[in-house]
Nanobody, 127 residues
């Protein structure tokens, strides 16, 4: 069993920055892809960013490309999401996810490819 715990959410103004962090604990096997997703009451859970197990490859949703940056520290078992130039439409609960599918050199954007999820952290961006 792997446990994921997000932190770093909060309420900010449009144009501000936030950094979310996800700490993995428990049974950590290998170095596999991790990702961030977000959800609002009005929308289904949507992909935000993903990073390969090595940390050398990453991808982003078009809506956040150029503003968000995902990174990981495999020694500390953490993955971060740096969010810059936040917009009100970025308001959501952000979830960290981890897969057990071997993915040292790749990543996944589909939620169903991830096996473990955190409880989520709220990000609210006011205009």
């Amino acid at each position: 069993q792997m446990l994921l715990a997000e932190s770093g959410g909060g309420t900010v103004q449009a144009g501000d920055s936030l950094r979310l962090s996800c700490a993995a604990s428990g049974r950590i096997v290998g170095t596999d892809a991790m990702a961030w997703f977000r959800q609002t009451p009005q929308k289904e859970r949507e992909f935000v960013a993903a990073i390969s197990g090595s940390g050398l490859s990453s991808t982003y949703a078009d809506s956040v490309k150029g503003r968000f940056s995902i990174s990981r520290d495999n020694d500390k078992n953490t993955v971060d999401l740096r969010m810059n130039r936040l917009k009100p439409e970025d308001t959501a609960v952000y979830y960290c996810a981890a897969t057990t599918t071997p993915s040292f050199r790749t990543y996944f954007t589909a939620a169903e490819r991830y096996d473990y999820w955190g409880q989520g952290t709220q990000v609210t961006v006011s205009s």
